[in-house]
């Protein structure tokens, strides 16, 4: 579904993506683990151009989107839970949700709030309350739910569990599988909480000052001992 093919970004003289090769196939959970600043969120807005490919190739569902404008990439079927989830906080759950539908067929409009709401019933509890007094997991599945409104084919997730309670980094794993299994969702995650995200994903990616240092199965990663000492056992 995604093959990058070494992907160099920048930001003005910072180089951020060294030659990234990241392969995405249908049907798979995929995760980028990395330190702080290794180029994990840059490599998921490099698919939106935000910062552009400065070289390198970037395809998705069979098609080059390297040099397509950013505001068309998410017609095609690519769609992103930002870090920090980015929820518009004075708007109510359900204006929140509208605004995921900007490019989608309002025809579809209630099939998709009914699957949403199926899925994070505490949404369509609470539908009419300010998403800025969600608590953090909520917000989370708010983030989640306005972006499964576009019916992605690709779903992106920047650092999900990110600052939620352990309960909920439970539960947003637990979403995620579901997403996959149950709703066949294809998704690319970045995350910091390299145990999590390597026994929720089929296969990883290991990224280090702009590099891919390592590829492998979830399981494989988990196993390994450089993975073991810089990201699981005391590391980040
Ligand atoms: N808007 C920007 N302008 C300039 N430099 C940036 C910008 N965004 C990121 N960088 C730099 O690019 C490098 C990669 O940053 P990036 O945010 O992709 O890392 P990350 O792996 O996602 O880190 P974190 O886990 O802390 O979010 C870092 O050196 C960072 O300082």
């Known amino acids: 579904m995604l093959h990058m093919e070494g992907v160099h970004a920048h930001y003005g003289h910072i180089h951020a993506l060294r030659g990234v090769d ?3 196939q249908v049907g798979e959970i995929v995760t980028l683990i990395g330190a702080n600043g290794a180029g994990k969120s840059t490599l998921m807005m490099s698919l939106f151009g935000k910062p552009g490919a400065s070289s390198g190739r970037i395809v998705f569902d069979g098609e080059d989107i390297t040099r397509v404008p950013s505001h068309l990439i998410s017609r095609r079927g690519i ?13 109510t759950v359900m204006e929140n949700l ?17 699957r949403v709401y199926a899925m994070f019933p505490i949404l369509e509890e609470r539908a009419a309350q300010r998403a800025g007094t969600l608590s ?3 917000q989370q599945m708010l983030a989640i739910g306005r972006a499964l409104m576009s019916r992605p084919k690709l779903l992106l997730l920047d ?26 969702m294809t998704v690319l995650l970045v995350e910091q909480n390299a145990h999590h995200a390597l026994r929720c994903a089929h296969r990883g990616y290991v990224l280090q000052h702009g590099e891919i240092v390592l590829a492998g199965t979830g399981q494989e990663l988990l196993a390994s001992e450089e993975v073991r000492a810089a990201y699981l056992e005391g590391g980040h």
């Open 159 to 184: 650092e999900p569990s990110l600052g939620l309670a352990p309960i909920y980094i439970k539960r947003i794993f637990q979403i995620i599988r579901e997403l996959n299994t149950e709703h066949g």
């Open 79 to 91: 769609a992103i839970v930002p870090e920090g989830r980015r929820i518009f906080p004075r708007m």
């Open 136 to 138: 953090g997991g909520e």
């Open 98 to 114: 509208l605004m995921g539908t900007a490019f989608a067929d309002p025809a579809n409009f209630n099939a998709d709030i009914k």
């Open 22 to 24: 990241v392969t995405v």
